[in-house]
């Protein structure tokens, strides 16, 4: 294991591990060994399966530290992967060091993804969950404002259905019992969603939080992944 504290890239919803790729490389070329699991999404399922939910995914990071041995552990969620980073970190005491929130949720105890979003939002997550339908993929060009090049439509193609369960299942604990993590909120300030505001403004009058604000967009581990290398080997100079 390299000498250097280790890192578990969570993606966020509709994503999969793919977005990390540049990001991985500048980590991994600073020799930080790097793992970033696929959370499970519904094409991985066989008929007759449970639908996949919030603690599916935790249970996956959890077994993933554990199976690898990871110690002094910098955990990063992006988006949705701040649910399950932080639910995460409350079962892996001896194992995390630092989170890493990246325009990212960050749960209380009780109130699952959707009890932050708008009401709208959550009208149409209840209607899904009565037709047993899991989240549709969303239009990244649209919703979070990027430009239509080559590279973004081969983003959109690669998007998954998210099992709706996910957004609707409670968080269980809170990181107000975890005082000694080192802890950090990036937020993106060109992100036409508004959702991540409050998480921003709540934070930065916490002593325990580093909040820092970035131009990027929503999609900042696609957009800007050097700026993103950045920050983070800078927070990780504090666990190493």
């Known amino acids: 294991m390299s000498a250097r504290s280790p890192i578990l890239l969570v993606h966020g919803a509709w994503f999969r591990s ?8 500048s980590l991994e070329a600073a020799g930080h060994r790097v793992i970033t699991p696929d959370l499970l999404c519904p094409a991985d399922l066989n008929n007759g399966q449970a639908p996949v939910s919030l603690i599916n995914h935790v249970d996956q990071v959890v077994s993933c530290v554990e199976m690898f041995d990871l110690e002094n552990l910098t955990m990063v969620g992006w988006s ?4 399950v980073v932080s639910e995460a970190a409350s079962r892996l005491t001896e194992n995390v060091s630092q989170l890493i929130f990246l325009d990212a949720f960050v749960p209380e105890a009780g109130k699952a993804l959707a009890d932050y979003l708008p009401v709208d939002a959550q009208r149409e997550l209840s209607i899904l969950k009565r037709l047993k339908r899991d989240i549709p993929i969303p239009d990244i060009h649209q919703r979070w404002n990027i430009e239509k090049t080559t590279s973004s439509e081969q983003w ?5 259905t998210q099992p709706i369960n996910t957004f609707l299942e409670a968080a269980t604990s809170s990181l107000e019992d975890l005082d000694r993590l080192h802890r950090c909120y990036v937020r993106a300030k060109n992100n036409p969603e508004d959702i991540f505001t409050p998480f921003a403004d709540k934070l930065k009058v916490d002593d325990r939080w580093d909040v820092i604000e970035t131009p990027t967009s929503h999609l900042l581990p696609l957009t800007d992944s050097k700026l993103l290398s950045k920050i983070i080997k800078q927070k990780l100079s504090l666990v190493n």
């Open 80 to 83: 949705y992967g701040g649910m």
């Open 18 to 25: 793919w977005v990390w790729r540049s990001l991985r490389q």
């Open 156 to 160: 959109q193609q690669r998007l998954q």
